[in-house]
């Protein structure tokens, strides 16, 4: 025999007449409306002030209609073209054409900065023709070539067919070291070009590097906070904190004074006979003072998570465990450190995505071999002016970080983490 449950408030009247679970859902309703009135104001900063920013600066690694909007007659027959014959008279005749308007538009800088992109030289070959473009006659192969000995190279127009696809893999391949030719294929740039993915090893490395000495370092200052007496710990937790209240570029000009060759740390191993005075340590303008100086500056992110796992965790779990004959390493291991756990994921993953992003310290001491990959996507940002390639860059790095925030996930469970 089966029972079915009844919902008490069925067949319920309120005072106005209305049914009760009708009158419920309409309050409810409201309450979630005004609630979600609220945080407009909020998530409208965060759309229109971070993520559409984001999303339109992450489509220029994959979109550039500079060619095909301003040379709009060559450009089809350049898509229809194989890429490997002789450029056809009817593609030069098109090609004057589109020099004349672009000239006369005064847009044949962006169409000559899209061709350089692919091929270098490029740039100058354009304006040049342009200014001549105007008095160029029939046949237009011979004129142009008059004009410049480039055109007749297969190379040039092979970068200009790369060019006129508005939508093109190119610089994503150029962020990975590959090259997109004509055809479609991606060929391995010159060893002596490839440097985009040694960047990201390297910073790959260093933000590996950094989250693991943030543990090593913090973790003990964590477990001493949570078990030392409330006024002690909170004193030493205004110490941890106050490199916050510390603007990062003097932290961080700080650490080029105590580094460098003649600096505090320096002199100290010259009066401990660590190092002779003619031969000091190179702990600046090198991998070497990117690590020291990112680790103390992340390190108060990785103790806080800690921290406030620690502070949760009852001392009496311990104290069972060496109750039940279980040595001191035999507690910590088995009992308190499998708690703290979350606290390490927690900490980990936000040093982790911190330091692969991190710009200003790299800058500073880094030197040549202590650059990141933020370093080259500002260079590309402000000097270069190759906005497409520093998003090309930008979108392989946030792969990178949302693969390891994948893996995270999957080892460790996003639901486990806890930040108190």
Partial sequence: MSETAT????????????????????ALFRSRVRAFGLVVPLLLMI?????????????QAVYNNSFER????????????????????????????????????????????RVNRELSGTRSLFTKSARKAKKLEAPFKEALIDVDKKWANIATWQAMKISEKSLTPAYLANAVDLNYEADGSYTVKDE??????????????????????????????AFLLSTLPVRTSNLLLILVLLPFWTSLLV?????????????????????????????????????????????HILLPFMILPLYSVMKTIPVS????????????????WRVYFPQTI??????????????????????????????????????HMRSSLN?????????????????????????????NMKLG
């Fill in 192 to 221: 002596d070009r490839r440097i985009h993915i040694k960047l990201f090893l390297r910073t790959l490395q260093i933000s590996i590097f950094v989250t693991l000495a943030g543990v090593i370092l913090g973790y003990p200052v």
């Fill in 251 to 295: 932290r961080t000009t700080a650490w080029i004074a105590v580094l460098q060759g003649q600096g505090v740390l320096n002199d100290l191993f010259v009066v401990f006979g660590l190092a002779a005075d003619d031969d000091r340590f190179s702990l600046i303008y090198n991998k070497t003072g990117t690590l020291i100086s990112m680790t």
């Fill in 47 to 59: 759309i229109l002030a971070f993520l559409v920013p984001i999303i339109v600066f992450l489509t």
């Fill in 7 to 26: 919902n008490p408030t069925d067949g319920v009247i309120a005072v106005d007449g209305t049914p009760l679970k009708r009158k419920l859902a309409r």
């Fill in 317 to 332: 779990y311990v104290r069972a465990a060496k109750s039940m004959g279980a040595t001191n390493w035999t507690a910590f």
């Fill in 70 to 113: 301003y040379m709009p007659s060559v450009s089809p027959m350049l898509a229809a073209w194989d890429a490997e014959s002789e450029p056809t008279e009817e593609m030069f005749a098109a090609l004057a054409a589109d020099l004349v308007i672009t000239k006369n538009n005064k847009n044949i800088g962006k169409v000559a900065t």
């Fill in 387 to 415: 906005w497409s390639l520093a998003a090309a860059m930008g979108m392989v790095l946030l792969v990178i970080v949302l693969f390891f925030y994948w893996l995270y996930d999957r080892i460790v469970g996003i639901d």
């Fill in 342 to 379: 979350p606290g390490i994921g927690a900490g980990g993953i936000l040093v982790f995505i911190l330091a692969i992003s991190f710009y200003i310290t790299p800058a500073l001491v880094g030197g040549q071999n202590g650059t990141m990959i933020s370093n080259f996507i500002d260079f």
